[in-house]
């Protein structure tokens, strides 16, 4: 996406890898790639200010969650910030979404979602749609994908304020006291949403605060991981 972007190339365009030899996930981690699961990033121009890019992990975020819930009915989905959607506390799918050119401001929404399987051995726990609900194809599942990231994409269109509570509703920890690390620092407060900016609101002793990067722990996802 970035070379095509170089090249001169806006979108919107689809790209889709049946597997990936260097699948990347938030801050340059490796996202498992193995042949079976979606991996599918969408080339698109945006419109408006360059401030607005980060709130598109949000909009994907929000298709993502629409899709998981569509072929795991009756599950318990919700994500968790900034990138993750979870089922039952395991994470199936996961959003990684970037500027790749400035100048006009070109976009690429990635994201992977666990279709066929799910890596192992990681230290946290993991699930598939096929786990979930049985063997799905996956061409259906990208197929679900794009009609529901069109519909998402139309409603940011439209301002930012229904994508962050439509959000805000699916989202795992809100209310609750979480503990944010990264850069050296903790940081331990009440989660009250995001900001314009993708940010997450932490209200603490010294007030309201925004953190823009870092690993969340919290405790209700934490009690359900524990669960059998």
Same mark, same amino acid.
């Given at each position: 996406?970035?070379?095509?972007?170089?090249?001169?190339? &806006?979108?919107?365009?689809?790209?889709?890898?049946?597997?990936? =030899?260097?699948?990347?996930?938030?801050?340059?981690? @490796?996202?498992?790639?193995?042949?079976?699961?979606?991996?599918?990033?969408?080339?698109?121009?945006? %419109?408006?200010?360059?401030? !607005?890019?980060?709130?598109?992990?949000?909009?994907?975020?929000?298709?993502? &969650?629409?899709?998981?819930?569509?072929?795991?009915?009756?599950?318990?989905?919700?994500?968790?910030?900034?990138?993750?959607?979870?089922?039952?506390?395991?994470?199936?799918?996961?959003?990684?979404?970037?500027? /790749?050119?400035?100048?006009? /401001?070109?976009?690429?929404?990635?994201? *992977?979602?666990?279709?066929?399987?799910?890596?192992?051995?990681?230290?946290?726990?993991?699930?598939?749609?096929?786990?979930?609900?049985?063997?799905?194809?996956?061409?259906?599942?990208?197929?679900?994908?794009?009609?529901?990231?069109?519909?998402? +994409? #139309?409603?940011? #269109?439209?301002?930012?304020?229904?994508?962050?509570?439509?959000?805000?509703? !699916?989202?795992?920890?809100?209310? %609750?006291?979480?503990?944010? =690390?990264? &850069?050296?620092? $903790?940081?331990?407060?009440?989660? @009250?949403?995001?900001?314009?900016?993708? $940010?997450?609101?932490?209200? =603490?002793? *010294? *007030?309201?605060?925004?953190? &823009?990067?870092?690993?969340?722990?919290?405790?209700?996802?934490?009690? +359900?991981?524990?669960?059998?």
């Amino acid at each position: 996406a970035r070379r095509l972007a170089d090249e001169g190339m &806006h979108g919107p365009l689809w790209l889709r890898a049946d597997e990936q =030899t260097g699948g990347r996930g938030r801050l340059g981690r @490796t996202w498992v790639s193995p042949p079976g699961n979606l991996y599918a990033t969408l080339l698109m121009p945006l %419109e408006g200010p360059i401030a !607005r890019a980060p709130q598109a992990g949000f909009v994907v975020a929000l298709a993502v &969650h629409d899709v998981v819930s569509q072929f795991a009915a009756g599950a318990l989905v919700g994500l968790k910030w900034p990138n993750d959607c979870l089922v039952d506390g395991r994470k199936i799918a996961g959003v990684l979404c970037e500027v /790749v050119q400035a100048n006009p /401001v070109v976009l690429a929404l990635g994201c *992977g979602i666990n279709v066929a399987s799910a890596p192992e051995d990681l230290a946290y726990p993991t699930t598939s749609i096929a786990a979930l609900s049985g063997p799905q194809n996956v061409d259906a599942v990208f197929e679900a994908y794009c009609d529901a990231l069109k519909q998402r +994409l #139309a409603q940011w #269109a439209a301002g930012f304020e229904s994508i962050a509570n439509a959000w805000r509703e !699916r989202a795992i920890g809100i209310g %609750e006291q979480v503990f944010v =690390t990264g &850069h050296e620092t $903790a940081k331990q407060g009440i989660f @009250t949403g995001i900001a314009d900016d993708g $940010a997450m609101l932490l209200r =603490t002793g *010294g *007030g309201m605060q925004k953190i &823009h990067a870092g690993d969340v722990s919290i405790p209700s996802l934490d009690s +359900l991981r524990r669960r059998p």
